[in-house]
């Protein structure tokens, strides 16, 4: 049994627009790094490090990594101490699975060192618990692509249930942060508990047609389908200029945009790098001209699962 | 110019259990026909005949078929009078869009003899018109499979976009119309305006799987995908033995299985002959328990349009 492990794991794009709840992506980059070593008590014991790291909690019950091993050890029966050593890259509350990455290292670390009990979907649950803990709810769009790499849809949560969608050839994520945060547990209370029908109806024809969208690599149909009636209304008031920013973007030939997650995290997809990094720019400038700063990734989805490093 | 024509087209489906107002499919049978003949009046004179044509209106702005052909002649500037005999092989008011196949016999009818100037998918427009008039709403889930025949996702009302899903090989379909009349104003009326979010999430999850499914022709996807928390819950109390019914279709071997449209038809999908015999004789029995005579149909999807003959 191996006694020390390190991990990268990605940060993800919740939501797609259309697929609020049960939609998510994961990008090359930004990432967290975790780094598990036996110790000999029976405890975890949590250090942080890296892009905001004062904000998060150490207590392994508050922690997302803490408790998704936590909840990792409970399954498999076993009381091991360990240091945890997790260096964000991810600022936490920007809205790209800052929790459900360092979340997705860490159950994919600790199942390493125990000799892969799990297989990846099996982690997800796991995640999930560590998930719950920067949330209060029990979700999966940023640690099932998180864990899994790709395109996820979350079909079901009782039993879990996770699809793989096809990854257009073309297709570049666009990501911009700016340098605020936005509580993902505030930001999930604000929503409305029921929407109108009608709503729902079109919610749901547009997630099917982005899925279609995907199968046909037709990036028109793609772009008619992102749109959300459920989340961006409300949660778009809580980002400065996002209105404006995303006129702009619906200018330049982007695929879709929106916001990532729970946001400020603003997304687009693209399938062109020079749109890409045209629209990063213009997002950063905007950004800037009301005194926001931010910091932009360009990437194609992540494919793969965590990483050993 | 031809001056007369007969058109068969086909029931369908709505709703598929996951797709409330956004999706539907087409049958083989049974189907109505409707014969147009231009006559030297400017008026259109509407007859019926076939199954429980006495409750077919036959006043152009309240028939399907009438008002669908007017919307027609209106939108190419023409004031013709034409015989309109409509036979109904698909009752009114059993759920598997009976006034769709008159609206959509009709206005292919007519589209031909003015020799096309409408491509198909445009024809669609047309057809809903005739179909508000049966239920009160705008709604193109049995109008588009009707015209288009196939599997069909309506992406959006507004502006129309209808999308085309792929036909698993073995795929069959068993209806069975009981003897009695859901009014498809009243089963839209009783539907909540509203709906909670989580539902909303569970409901698009649903559509997304079931569209994943038709691509990767998995039957037990497709099965686990089709559930309707929309319509079903309320639309299920009006079809006595429903509940029942649906239990014992479970315990065979079917995919899925629901309310066809507004009801009350009952439909199940299957991928066997034998199984889609025994479910057709199965709901046949179970109605005729209770006092309800029935008529089923099995059929593989329709994947043509209406039919001169």
Known sequence: MKNKIKVRASASIA???????????????????????????KKLSITVS???????PVNPEKNTAGKAILSFLHSIGEKKGLNIHIKKGIPPGSGI?????????????INELFGNPYKLEKLIFHGMAGEEVASGSFHADNIAPAILGGIRLI?????????????????MCVVVLPDFSINTYDARNMLPKRVPLKSAVEQAGNLAGFTIALYQENYELMQ?????LFAEPVRGKLIPGYKKI????????????????????????????????????????????????????????????PQII
Do not use: H, W
């Open 224 to 228: 008619r389908s992102m749109v959300d």
């Open 15 to 41: 939501n797609i627009s259309c697929g609020f709840d049960c939609l998510g992506l994961s990008i090359k980059e930004p990432y967290d790094e975790v780094t598990l070593e036996f110790n000999n008590s």
């Open 155 to 171: 079909r079901s949560y009782e039993p879990l249930e996770i699809l793989n969608l096809p990854i257009p050839k073309k297709l």
């Open 50 to 56: 890296g892009k905001k790291s004062s904000l998060i």
């Open 246 to 305: 995303q006129n702009l973007l619906k200018k330049e030939n982007v695929i879709g945009c929106g916001i990532s997650g729970s946001g400020p995290a603003i997304f687009a997809l693209a399938n062109d790098i020079d749109v890409s990094k045209k629209i990063k720019t213009l997002i950063i400038n905007e950004f800037k001209k009301i005194g926001i700063d931010s910091i932009g990734y360009i990437s194609k989805v992540q494919t793969l699962p």
């Open 97 to 109: 699975g800052s929790s459900a990455s360092s979340a997705a290292a860490a159950v994919f670390g």
